[in-house]
Structures are given as structure tokens and as C-alpha cells.
T-cell receptor, first 115, second 118 residues
């Protein structure tokens, strides 16, 4: 079975704090893809990153970084020096190698950043 | 700036009425998805198309929901008759699958249609 678990339902931080959002996945496939999406209060889903299962290099994009560890089936997302604009719901998602498979989403983590 | 567009953005209707939601995928994308978001279930797949052909609609209540792609620039999701439990945000997403293989492509989402059935 395929599953994505985001154990943190809500996180509250103060601006400039670093925050890590956890994501644990389950899949039997050897080739799969992991994603993070952001859903700000306006409601749209914004693509942030895609990671292939065969590439375990961590990635950094500005204040965002992602830590992919196959050994623990985790794909965690860290925001450094958080800002109020980072307040949103963040979703981790999984898709598999088979052509055309859809995204399996976690339940999301609501991040609130206060000034 | 290519985007997925959805209409209407909001829809309030009475139980039993037909609802049609429309989606224009990003030009050139060959795969279109319909997802539904509710507080209880989160984001769940309803159906998706590749090159306008339906590939999977197992997430859709078939007795009342139908999804079609009349052409490459339009996808529709219909509910007939609508019920209060259909109240949700319906998202359309599109992506480009190269050479018929997945290779983990990104899906780009529209702004959603917020449906309220009273």
C-alpha cells in the first residue's frame, strides 16, 4: 500500500525561527517520486519540489531545504529563518513509476508564522 | 505565465441540481487530473486523463459523477444530482508526461472550485 504520513498537524513559530516539516512515506515500488506542495490561505496548490527515489542528494533553494532519506522513508522539509509569508498548509505527496499515476497526498501540516 | 484555469471559482447550489466544473489545462500538457479536497478526507484523486483518454476514475462515485475531455483544452467534471456531501474544493491539475512514461512529472494545480451544496 502507498501512504504518506505527516504527523505534525499544526506548527506555530515566530518569525526567523527555523522549522522542519516531517514526511514519512510507504511504498513497495523501487522507483517513486516525492513532492512538496504549499497551499497558502488563498487556496491554490503551489508546487515546490520533486525528488526521485534514486537521487538522495539533499536540495537547497533559498530558505528552503529538503532532506531525503530512503533508509527511514522520510522526506523532510526545512524552512530557515521563517517569515510570515510562509504561513500555509504544506503537503507532502508520493507518486510511483507507473505511467500516469496520480499523487497520493499526506494530510498536510499547517504552519503559522507570527511576527 | 502558463496556468491551469478553473471555472467557476465558487458555486452554491441546492441538493439535486446538476453542477458542471470546467478546467483548462496548461497548453501542451497531456495529462489532466481531478482532485477533491475536504477537511475529513484531505486531497483525494477522483479521475485522470492522458491524451484525453480516461485512465482512472476509480475515485469517483460513478452513479453521480462524470468526467470528460471534449478536447485538449477543456476538461469537465459533472455532478448530477448533487448532494450536500459533495461540498468540497475541486482541483484540476495538469502535467506533461514525456514519451508515455511517468518519470515523476510535476502536476500544476488550478485555483479550485469551491462547491457548496445546500
Amino acid at each position: 500500500a502507498q501512504k504518506v504520513t505527516q504527523a505534525q498537524t499544526e506548527i506555530s513559530v515566530v518569525e526567523k525561527e527555523d522549522v522542519t516539516l516531517d514526511c514519512v512515506y510507504e511504498t513497495r515500488d523501487t522507483t517513486y517520486y516525492l513532492f512538496w506542495y504549499k497551499q497558502p490561505p488563498s487556496g491554490e496548490l503551489v508546487f515546490l519540489i520533486r525528488r526521485n527515489s534514486f537521487d538522495e542528494q539533499n536540495e537547497i533553494s533559498g530558505r528552503y531545504s529538503w532532506n531525503f532519506q530512503k533508509s527511514t522513508s522520510s522526506f523532510n522539509f526545512t524552512i530557515t529563518a521563517s517569515q510570515v509569508v510562509d504561513s500555509a498548509v504544506y503537503f507532502c505527496a508520493l507518486s510511483q513509476e507507473q505511467a500516469g499515476t496520480a499523487l497520493i497526498f499526506g494530510k498536510g501540516t499547517t504552519l503559522s508564522v507570527s511576527s | 505565465d502558463a496556468r491551469v484555469t478553473q471555472t467557476p471559482r465558487h458555486k452554491v447550489t441546492e441538493m439535486g441540481q446538476e453542477v458542471t466544473m470546467r478546467c483548462q489545462p496548461i497548453l501542451g500538457h497531456n495529462t489532466v487530473f481531478w482532485y477533491r479536497q475536504t477537511m475529513m478526507q484531505g486531497l483525494e484523486l477522483l479521475a485522470y486523463f492522458r491524451n484525453r483518454a480516461p485512465l482512472d476514475d476509480s475515485g469517483m462515485p460513478k452513479d453521480r459523477f462524470s468526467a470528460e475531455m471534449p478536447d485538449a483544452t477543456l476538461a469537465t467534471l459533472k455532478i448530477q444530482p448533487s448532494e450536500p456531501r459533495d461540498s468540497a474544493v475541486y482541483f484540476c491539475a495538469s502535467g506533461l508526461v514525456p514519451d508515455g512514461r511517468s518519470k515523476g512529472y510535476e502536476q500544476y494545480f488550478g485555483p479550485g472550485t469551491r462547491l457548496t451544496v445546500t
